[in-house]
């Protein structure tokens, strides 16, 4: 099929505003589904992508279409739909000449809609508006189309309006698609170049990589190369997705497809790298970046003996999701573990939640930290902090650093009118700094904030949305570091600090933190035959204090008394217990109750 049949594009939108729903009717519409098979919504494939109504992994499909006596090759190439995301999207972006902006006409422009615009316009991509859910009682085309006229000035003379549900005009998408976006530019006479936007782990092949190719042909058997990491590889298998994997021998300058090429693990495929023929030159794709880690945090295995079975599950997850780090890390509290580095908060609770349910794992996770920045005063020489514990305190503090810096970010937020007060309230109590807002149209407002990224990880979101009765949409973008007041929060037990439960704080949280933490802690540490003290502190003060009182004799007397077998019972059982205990200096605790003090908040 020669490049000016081609077409890339991709759909983007707003989270539920009916992606996977279109993608699934085009699909239908060029056959290359079923309708029967379509309920199923292919694109999203993984479990926990179902269950949080998510798409994660990006997956692209080839269609063939006949429009007036021609045969044209669309690929449709999906995007990650959450925030963490935004420099997959971008990559993904970066192979396509143009996009369907996808707007759910009852509920307009939502944060996710503005970063996507943006991300697409970034690209220079032609952008069609198209409004989904018309056939919704309450939607309002009209209205959301002078919306996205005064937000994005795009042309909404004739916008489409259809229903990805109900199967109104449909058929519209397609022909836009051929009309008013561009062929791919490339040249198959150039050498090789191809953009890897995509991977994922195949147990029996290996790492499978999409990419587009820009210009030039690959071939199977071809010798290639990767420009960011310089390593040689031998192309074993290339094609499209249609929808499954179909090989073809060959892809060339326009297409989208698949390659195999010997890869071992996700952290080979580098997204965003540029991919050219052995002992060729060619000048690599502008805009590759390393995927950066923004939450760290802390996995335990609730029972030590999981040990091993744990590290073997998050060996087998890491193969498939290169953006998460893996690190050793030894607490006194909680034992061995690892400290992994996720994209954002959604990353991190995808990660868990798939070693919960795919593993059936019993995990402790530590409070997610951000990257914080050191400046010390020697030659000005900058350090990441990615672990509370390294954090620096006390004297090396004063005598050798000159500042610390937090992460921070800008968040769009959009949400009705009336809503202005809490959610102005909501970002002043997080150490918002508000930059701008704008009416959308009569009711709605869209705010844009500076906000500290530790305040966005926490529980930031769900505040978002129940201050706002589910109103309010939420995006945010980098912004670099800043100055900030923070200092070190440890948690003592009997005077022996608990490494694992270290936090990083502003000072002007420290007091509400300190308290609320000792209290919460009381209520999960179980009473011992002396005495618990349990403390806050920076540095060297106090900053709360609660005590566990001891257990009195007479209780433990009664209850090993009388029976013997229930006595052997309860024993064995307490043997069993004794695996899961832990030593803080003189007190013995139980992992649960990490775990219960970590999930409980
Ligand atoms: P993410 O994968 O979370 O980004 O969502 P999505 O944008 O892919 O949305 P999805 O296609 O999963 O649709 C979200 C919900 O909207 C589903 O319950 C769909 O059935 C529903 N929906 C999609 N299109 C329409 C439509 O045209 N009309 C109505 N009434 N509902 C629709």
Redesign the pocket.
Known sequence: IPAENIRNFSII?H???????LADRLLELTNTISTRQGNKQVL?KLKVERER???VKAQTVSMFYDYKGKQYLLNLIDTP?HVDFSYEVSRSLAACQGALLLVDAAQGIQAQTVANFYLAFGEGLSIIPVL??I??PGSEPERVAKQLEGAFELDCDNILQI????RINIESILPAVIERIPSPQGSMDRPLRALLFDSWYDKYVGVVCMVGVIDGVLRKGDKVLSAYSDTKYDVLEVGIMHPEQVATGYIHAGQVGYVVCGMKSASEAHIGDTISHLNTKVEPLAGFQPAQSKVFAGIFPVDTNDFRKLDDNIKKLTLNDASVTVHKETSNALGQGWRLGFLGTLHMDVFRQRLENEYDANIIVTQPTVPYRVVFKKNKETQIIRNPTDFPDGEERSLKVNRLEEPMVLATMIFPEEYMGKMIELCGSRRGIQRDYVYLDDQRVMMKYVLPLAEVVQDFYDELKSRSSGYASFDYEDHGYEESDLVKMSVLLNGKPVDALSVILHRTQVEEVGRDWVKRLKSVIQKQLFDVVIQTAIGGRIIARETVSALRKDVTAKLYGGDVTRKMKLLQKQKAGKKRMKLIGTVELDQKVFYNFMEKK
């Open positions: 939108a989270i539920d505003h009916g992606k996977s729903t999203d109504g998510i798409t739909g989904n859910k056939d919704l229903s990805a549900k109900s």
